[in-house]
């Protein structure tokens, strides 16, 4: 008995399908994680588009504007260029890195502790009240509405900053980070302390007119004032940098405000 032989079912030949182009695709987590960030980068572009686009005797109005004022618009210009580095992944790791070394590695004494949470509060608003009625006492009235004039609006803006970036402090996402004295809150990026400091340094510096050996030794103690903040655990390296360059940049401008307004009255 012969067996009956059974075909083989019949297959269709298979179609090659091309290769899908290659599209660039964006980090579309990266950009919901850091939208405040995103916003900040999508309206530079904007800005510097508009800029292009304005009709050439606009544009050199504004361009000898800002030549007038380089040094201030420059480092205007540096912060937004760090506030836009948030969302590099490697700039973040980097940053945990430095901060880490700053508030955990060596020794920490109690009495460390103590000077380092006693010296954070030189960027305090309590500290720029106290430099002012110490001017208003040594008939320096004038340096003194400066003073806390640009307090004042270096609070709203360094408020604004936090508000848009909304940064989180590094101990929420370090647990094992350290926190010397209070728990700080709000955002984290920029630092309000270091820019404070930054601003009170520029603007001594510009209205007495100091020798190179006082001027470096304010903005040494500006500086620690930064230290000191990733030292008790508030700030990460880059809040503190851009801290550093917003209250430079603050102090510039109230020099600005001095010679323009103010002086026309004392």
Do not use: C
Request: proline share 6%; glycine share 8%; net charge positive.
């Amino acid at each position: 008995m012969h067996s009956k032989r059974v075909r083989p079912p019949h297959r269709p030949a298979a179609v090659a399908i091309p290769p899908a182009p290659l599209i660039p695709v964006l980090p579309v987590p990266l950009l919901k994680q850091n939208r405040p960030v995103t916003w900040l980068a999508g309206t530079s572009i904007v800005l510097v588009l508009f800029l292009l686009l304005l009709p050439s005797d606009v544009r050199l109005v504004f361009w000898n504007s800002l030549q007038s004022q380089a040094t201030p618009v420059s480092l205007l210009l540096i912060f937004g260029l760090v506030a836009i580095s948030l969302v590099w992944t490697t700039g973040q790791k980097l940053d945990s890195w430095v901060f880490l070394t700053f508030n955990l590695r060596g020794r920490r004494p109690v009495w460390l502790d103590q000077v380092m949470s006693g010296f954070t509060q030189i960027g305090s608003g309590f500290a720029a009240l106290g430099i002012a009625l110490v001017l208003f006492l040594t008939r320096n009235s004038s340096l003194a509405y400066e003073l806390l004039l640009g307090t004042l609006t270096l609070l709203v803006v360094v408020s604004l900053v936090k508000w848009v970036v909304r940064r989180a402090r590094p101990f929420i996402s370090l647990t094992q980070a350290r926190i010397v004295g209070y728990r700080p809150r709000g955002r984290s990026f920029p630092s309000g302390h270091t820019s404070q400091s930054f601003f009170i340094a520029t603007l001594m510096i510009q209205h007495f007119h100091v020798s190179l050996g006082l001027a470096t030794l304010l903005y040494s103690l500006a500086f620690m004032v930064g230290v000191t903040r990733m030292y008790v655990g508030a700030h990460y390296p880059r809040d503190v940098l851009a801290g550093a360059i917003l209250g430079t940049a603050w102090g510039l401008v109230g020099v600005v405000v001095d010679n323009t307004i103010l002086n026309r009255f004392y």
